[in-house]
């Protein structure tokens, strides 16, 4: 019998809230389940936000990759952010994500 092996993918995040004008950066290792709990009100660090949009994803073989990577984008300021975004736009799940992000480039 062979066996199947599945490999877990970890990703860094990031979210946006047009209501306070701000992004959040998080890892999980289920993107999907995470943005629920953000806009489920269920966080406490974001609950102040709901709807968060999420506006960028990077995929990690490791969970110590996905949060090293957190770590350096929680230090990135908003405009850094942007600029890394638009960078990386690989990472962005639609157009209408990116064109959000490119009118935050331009304020």
Known sequence: MLGFYFLEMFYTY?????KLNSFY???????VDRLN??????EKATKLGVPWILVWKGEK???SEA?????KLKNLSVKRTIEFILK????????????????????
């Open 14 to 18: 990031v979210l946006y809230s047009e």
């Open 25 to 31: 950066k998080g890892e999980s290792g289920n993107i």
């Open 37 to 42: 709990r953000h806009n489920s009100g269920y």
């Open 61 to 63: 073989p490791t969970k």
């Open 67 to 71: 949060k090293k990577l957190e770590l």
């Open 88 to 107: 990386y736009n690989e990472g962005v799940p639609s157009p209408d994500e990116l064109l959000l992000i490119q009118k935050l480039s331009e304020c």
